[in-house]
């Protein structure tokens, strides 16, 4: 069983930057691949970035070039650092896991989640 903690959401204002963490329990986090998910009120849950096990990444079109997604296999965190925030990034963003390692890019495809940390772009 593997737990997700996610951290690091929170006010900001148009064009800011916040940076979300994601802490896993376990010691097989280096073969996991993990994602960002978000949802807005209203709307389905949604694919933002991933990273498998080999540290390939992959990115919502629709948010390429504004956030990064990286992974630290020794403090068995993954961060994703946002900026140039608009107010349409506002949802509740979750971790995700993915025990065989491959790119996790929908909902069904993860098999762990975290609680989901809450963040508010104001415009």
């Known amino acids: 069983q593997v737990q997700l903690v996610e951290s690091g959401g929170g006010f900001e204002q148009t064009g800011g930057s916040l940076r979300l963490s994601c802490a896993a329990s376990?010691?097989?986090?280096?073969?996991?691949?993990m994602g960002w998910f978000r949802q807005a009120p209203g709307k389905e849950r949604e694919f933002v970035a991933g990273i498998n096990w080999m540290s390939s990444t992959s990115y919502a079109d629709s948010l390429k070039g504004r956030f990064t997604i990286a992974r630290d296999n020794v403090r068995n965190t993954v961060n994703l650092p946002m900026n140039s925030l608009k107010p349409e990034d506002t949802a509740v963003y979750y971790c995700?896991?993915?025990?065989?390692?491959?790119?996790?890019?929908?909902?069904?495809?993860?098999?762990?989640w975290g609680q989901g940390t809450q963040v508010t772009v104001s415009s």
């Open positions: 376990g010691r097989t986090f280096s073969t996991y691949a």
């Open positions: 995700a896991a993915r025990r065989n390692g491959r790119m996790v890019r929908g909902v069904s495809e993860a098999d762990y």
